[in-house]
């Protein structure tokens, strides 16, 4: 890091030391049924504390690396046009992921019979 990099990230670590920590709440599901909803996401919110900025200055950092990889893909919607294109034998396996903590609402069972068709 050149000492201009040094000097902004220290100027800021300096400035979140007044208040150095990260906010956690709960929030609830209020759309979906069930009392609160059927479950509660726990967010943190560290814009301003201690590590942010470091983060933000890794982030920026390691931005450009990740996107010279050939494998990157900057959305969802390239990744699916990147699997249309793909020609691929009953003998491939491309990956398995258990999506049942990102998505707590959706009935999991029903959900595997469709993607097994």
């Not at 300096?14 to 967010?43: C, L, W």
Request: proline share 9%; hydrophobic share 35%.
């Amino acid at each position: 890091m050149d000492d201009e990099i040094v000097e902004c990230i220290r100027a800021a670590i300096d400035k979140a030391m007044k208040d150095p920590f990260a906010y956690f709440y709960v929030m609830p599901k209020i759309h979906k049924p069930g009392p609160m909803g059927s479950k509660t996401r726990g967010v943190s919110l560290d814009c301003g504390s201690l590590p942010h900025t470091l983060g933000q200055w890794v982030d920026e950092t390691l931005q450009p690396i990740a996107k010279s990889q050939s494998l990157y893909f900057p959305n969802s919607t390239a990744l699916k046009e990147e699997y249309e294109n793909l020609s691929l034998t009953p003998s491939h396996s491309l990956f398995i992921y258990d999506a049942i903590e990102m998505y707590p609402n959706i009935p999991t069972d029903a959900c595997c019979e469709r993607l097994e068709r």
